[in-house]
């Protein structure tokens, strides 16, 4: 008798933590339109970039949503994917955004280490997380 042994990779699981992704929120949409704005800009590091921030919440949000769309391939080792503002559907990438963003949200620090790890390299981490919780900021207000 033989026996199967199922081996799911860190795509698997990813894709399945994300598979229960609400649609589009506020939040995705403002990336959405960004990064189409954005996309002809040049390279940009992201430890640079995160300095240069400024202190005035709103530029500061609209500054870390720029600096997160240009960095972002950076911090994922190949470009993302990402809709057109008005498409109902969300990319894998997009999920995995939107999944950050409620995470670091709700304090749940497992699911933030989770994501982070599956996808980031780990000195990506602390940049992301700060450009992540700048845009959240203004977008998830009580």
């Excluded at 933590?17 to 800009?41: E, F, G, I, M």
């Excluded at 709700?106 to 700060?130: C, K, M």
Aim: hydrophobic share 40%; aromatic share 6%.
């Amino acid at each position: 008798m033989m026996t199967a042994l199922i081996r799911h990779t860190n795509d698997d699981t990813c894709n399945r933590a994300l598979a229960h992704s609400a649609p589009p929120d506020r939040l995705l949409v403002h990336l959405r339109k960004v990064s189409r704005s954005n996309r002809c800009n040049g390279y940009i590091d992201m430890f640079g970039a995160c300095a240069a921030l400024s202190s005035n919440p709103r530029i500061a949000t609209q500054a870390a949503s720029e600096v997160l769309m240009r960095c972002l391939s950076q911090a994922l080792g190949r470009r993302p994917v990402l809709y057109h503002p008005d498409e109902p559907d969300m990319s894998f990438d997009e999920k995995w955004l939107s999944s950050l963003a409620r995470s670091l949200q709700s304090g749940d620090d497992d699911s933030v280490a989770f994501l982070l790890h599956s996808r980031v390299p780990r000195h990506a981490h602390r940049n992301l997380v700060f450009l992540m919780r700048c845009i959240c900021e203004q977008f998830y207000q009580i």
